[in-house]
T-cell receptor
Framework: GAVVSQHPSRVICKSGTSVKIECRSL??????MFWYRQFPKQSLMLMATSNEGSKATYEQGVEKDKFLINHASLTLSTLTVTSAHPEDSSFYIC????????????FGNGTRLTVT | DQQVKQNSPSLSVQEGRISILNCDYTNSMFDYFLWYKKYPAEGPTFLISISSIKDKNEDGRFTVFLNKSAKHLSLHIVPSQPGDSAVYFCAAPLYGGSQGNLIFGKGTKLSVKP
């Protein structure tokens, strides 16, 4: 079945550094991937839509210069949290859809980012 | 304002009994709903969905009911098993099924006790 792989699963970094998170579709091509974020006791919230070969589209309130998204191939999207701050500490999770229409999203296992 | 609400943060059920997880929504434009299940340290996995043209969809032990007039849906698990213990999220696509902007509820943590 379709698998979305996300790496790393957990990262701790110091304030001011940048962190890159990778999201791969393992057995299918994903022209579009979606990046979500979940703060403690909150629901998953869409941050941005990653489009292969074009610019990502960001949801309202998400800083595109802080959360850099690169979708260089049909199987890889990366999210880079630049100049991370403690308030960026969260659970980041990517997803992709196999097929169109109402086919469900497949999620990676997420990345727990802790900024100290 | 939350468009998808799961008002019960947790639910505890005895093995073999029925688990009923509830979800309410406010956006009358929603026409498709999904339930995801999430274990700790893993991403959500798709469980079952329902289109607004139906009021029930069944898949094995899992049944989702939709009451459009009440803007309410529920997930029934029967019989419940300890392996069903997880967090269950109700979700709806904001712009229709072809988009990735799923609006999620905050989830309900189900504990099935042996």
């Amino acid at each position: 079945g379709a698998v979305v792989s996300q790496h790393p699963s957990r990262v701790i970094c110091k304030s001011g550094t940048s962190v890159k998170i990778e999201c791969r579709s393992l057995d299918f091509q994903a022209t579009t991937m979606f990046w979500y974020r979940q703060f403690p006791k909150q629901s998953l919230m869409l941050m941005a839509t990653s489009n292969e070969g074009s610019k990502a589209t960001y949801e309202q309130g998400v800083e595109k210069d802080k959360f850099l998204i690169n979708h260089a191939s049909l199987t890889l999207s990366t999210l880079t949290v630049t100049s991370a701050h403690p308030e960026d500490s969260s659970f980041y999770i990517c997803s992709a859809r196999v097929g169109g229409g109402n086919s469900p999203l497949h999620f990676g296992n997420g990345t727990r980012l802790t900024v100290t | 304002d939350q468009q998808v609400k799961q008002n019960s943060p947790s639910l505890s059920v005895q093995e073999g009994r029925i688990s009923i997880l509830n979800c309410d929504y406010t956006n009358s434009m929603f026409d498709y709903f999904l339930w995801y299940k999430k274990y700790p340290a893993e991403g959500p996995t798709f469980l079952i969905s329902i289109s607004s043209i139906k009021d029930k969809n069944e898949d094995g032990r899992f049944t989702v009911f939709l009451n459009k007039s009440a803007k309410h849906l529920s997930l029934h698990i029967v019989p419940s098993q300890p392996g069903d213990s997880a967090v269950y999220f109700c979700a709806a696509p904001l712009y229709g099924g072809s988009q990735g902007n799923l609006i999620f509820g905050k989830g309900t943590k189900l504990s099935v006790k042996p």
